[in-house]
């Protein structure tokens, strides 16, 4: 099975082997191209099989599918013990980003990885409380009008909104139409999860911009203390000493906002 890393290592050690310039039997391109087939039949498969298994997850509970599109949860959503639908989603989610990688151009792939401002536009929706207003209009809201209710230029809401969206996170039902779906819900204020993915995107992110920073310069790179980390290397700019957790009991705001999570 390809998701085996042992398989995996086989087949890249095989592929590299019949590739070398010394092999000039012409059959060496074919056997190439039906090794690249069948890891893409086996990406397919393992797609196929863990999408299945997590439909069979969902049904167990309450015998009905969801999709991004309700604008309620499910009840496997709020369930304590779902190890098994999480195991199938990252299966799945693992074999999509691979077909992906695979087929698109890597120009494409490799640029997509330094453009994923997804956070940002978390972000936005959260301080915003978008999930909040569009509450009270289940069939949608046009952003112009929106927009006066959170106080955001509409073009620029029109257009976070709009990614948020091709990600699953609200649906645009109409064109410059949003309302909130099961994914959005997670956004509304009263949600803890809101709260976590809100001091992510706003506290923690500054770290990784510094990432490579805190892995080359003399002082940090050796270090795995946590006042070695890429956050804290982002922090101490501005005078914060200590580890992450010094730095949240310093600052109020930052512990209130924590303790909600």
Same mark, same amino acid.
């Given at each position: ?90 299966? #799945? ?9 695979? #087929? ?58 709009? #990614? ?98």
């Amino acid at each position: 099975m390809l998701s085996s890393p042992s398989l995996s290592r086989r087949l890249a050690v095989s592929t590299l082997a019949i590739s070398s310039p010394h092999h000039s039997d012409p059959r060496v391109g074919d056997l190439l191209s039906s090794y690249a087939e069948a890891q893409l039949e086996a990406l397919l498969e393992i797609t196929n099989t863990s999408a299945r298994q997590a439909i069979a997850e969902y049904k167990k509970v309450d015998n009905d599918v969801p999709t991004i599109h309700p604008k309620g949860y499910h009840p496997l959503d709020s369930a304590t013990d779902t190890v098994a639908l999480k195991k199938a989603t990252r299966l #799945l989610q693992g074999s999509c980003h691979q077909l992906c990688a695979s #087929l698109a151009p890597p120009q494409q792939t490799f640029h997509s990885l330094a453009k994923n401002f997804e956070f940002a536009c978390v972000r936005v929706a959260i301080r915003a409380k978008i999930a909040d207003a569009l509450e009270s209009y289940p069939e949608g809201l046009h952003a112009d009008e929106l927009a006066k209710l959170v106080s955001l230029e509409k073009g620029k809401l029109a257009r976070v909104l709009r #990614l948020l969206a091709s990600k699953g996170c609200f649906t645009e039902v109409k064109p410059g139409v949003f309302a909130n779906n099961r994914i959005s819900l997670v956004a509304l204020s009263t949600c803890n999860a809101a709260a976590l993915s809100l001091f992510e995107a706003q506290n923690v992110t500054p770290g990784a911009i510094v990432l490579y920073e805190s892995m080359s310069e003399p002082d940090w790179a050796e270090s795995y203390h946590p006042d070695k980390a890429p956050l804290m290397h982002a922090l101490e700019k501005k005078g914060i000493k200590g580890d992450f957790f010094d730095w949240i009991r310093q600052d109020d705001e930052l512990r209130d906002a924590h303790s909600q999570i």
